[in-house]
């Protein structure tokens, strides 16, 4: 599977939950299906929720970094 390159990125360092979840939601909503975005969050709570929010959502997370203390995710619109 070749990598796709984000379309559209989101610095949410910083951002409380559930804010940081209804960013990227509102984000997404501005892509078309197959698009990426790429997020970064905050470790613990914001890791720990956002992930599995855009999961439930029906959103597919292909990638998974860790950066500096932050995460970085990339997230494909379904």
């Known amino acids: 599977m070749e990598e796709r390159n984000p379309v ?3 610095d949410l360092r910083g951002v409380v939950c559930p ?3 209804v ?3 509102l984000k997404l909503e501005e892509l078309n299906s197959g698009e990426v975005l790429e997020i970064i969050i905050d470790e ?3 890791m720990a929720n956002v ?3 855009i999961k439930d ?3 597919k997370i292909i990638k998974v970094e ?3 203390g932050c995460f970085r995710l990339w ?3 379904v």
């Open 51 to 53: 992930p599995r929010s």
């Open 75 to 77: 997230i494909e619109k």
């Open 23 to 25: 960013k990227t939601k």
């Open 66 to 68: 860790k950066v500096n």
């Open 8 to 10: 559209a990125n989101l």
């Open 44 to 46: 613990g709570e914001p």
């Open 57 to 59: 959502e029906g959103h």
């Open 19 to 21: 804010t940081n979840f």
